[in-house]
């Protein structure tokens, strides 16, 4: 048995259990995370995240999901990253980078009265290689490609940010049974590392309203990477105007823009402490 001090934090509702491992150490991560997750008998969250030393960037970043799977990249923990090393005094910067799963992310924090409140972060390069995020059709990108799931046939996008999501658009949002067809979308054999199910709905031609399966953790309150890719697809099949598009979530809303000269994804939202205090492991 091993006492793990812990801090809550959520970014637009989708909420990880952080801990500093430049003080402490976990020994199994994917064990601590399945417990620490559990909303009835753990800490409640959907994901583990460590904050650990880096010898490629001003932190390191690792997650894990609900399920104990390795993550690769979460859009709204790395800001609360950014937001818990500022506030606890590991860093006086307001520009840091942080190396994930999926390569290093720089990240611009916005101060208010010695906390950080919001968090602009480069997220890389959206890739839409159907082979690289992966996706099993017999075109070089997934652009509204078909696909048979839950008994019907339904178009998405496939777009990874580090991780793969499959963006479908739809009429309706609260008709849509997610519980039921969120798992088939994860699961589908066109996936063969799983995907992050995306179900948007366009509001306007700079707004959307998305709600978010995330592979290993279920439906989630937001996804920064899946806001990221769902406003990559809008833009790409036309379904905004402009580079710019807010996302609303359950959760919250965040500012997503596609700069297609540095082909660069930056994501703006923001980052909230919950609670801090200390589990028996």
């Excluded at 417990?35 to 932190?59: C, E, M, N």
């Excluded at 860093?91 to 009265?113: A, M, Q, Y």
């Excluded at 906390?115 to 075109?139: F, H, Q």
């Excluded at 658009?169 to 088939?184: A, I, S, Y």
């Amino acid at each position: 048995m091993q006492n793990m001090k812990f801090t809550k934090m959520h970014g637009c509702g989708n909420d990880y259990v952080y801990v500093n491992c430049f003080e402490e150490q976990v020994a199994d991560p994917g064990k601590t995370a399945v417990f620490v997750s559990d909303r009835h008998f753990g800490i409640g969250a959907d994901g583990l995240i460590l904050i650990k030393p880096s010898d490629a960037a001003d932190f390191e970043m690792e997650m894990y999901n609900a399920d104990g799977s390795r993550g690769a990249m979460c859009g709204n923990g790395i800001r609360c990253v950014a937001k818990y090393v500022y506030d606890n005094g590991m860093t006086d910067k307001t520009r840091i980078t942080v190396n994930t799963g999926s390569g290093v992310k720089t990240l611009d924090l916005s101060v208010k009265d010695g906390k950080v409140e919001t968090v602009r972060v480069n997220m890389g390069t959206p890739e839409l290689t159907a082979g690289k995020i992966p996706v099993l059709v017999d075109s070089e990108t997934a652009v509204e490609a078909p696909i048979l799931a839950d008994g019907r046939d339904w178009k998405f996008t496939a777009v990874s940010m580090g991780n793969p999501h499959a963006v479908v658009f739809v009429d309706n949002l609260d008709r849509l049974q997610l519980e039921v067809t969120g798992p088939k979308f994860e699961n589908h054999s066109m996936f063969p590392d799983r995907v992050n199910a995306e179900f948007v709905r366009v509001v306007d031609d700079k707004t959307i309203e998305m709600r978010v399966w995330e592979r290993g953790s279920g439906e989630t309150l937001a996804c920064g990477t899946g806001s990221c890719a769902a406003a990559v697809a809008a833009i790409l099949n036309g379904k905004v105007s402009g580079n710019t598009v807010t996302v609303c979530l359950r959760g919250g809303t965040l500012q997503i823009e596609w700069d297609r000269e540095e082909n660069a994804v930056y994501m703006t939202g923001p980052a909230t402490t919950v609670f801090t205090g200390e589990i028996d492991i």
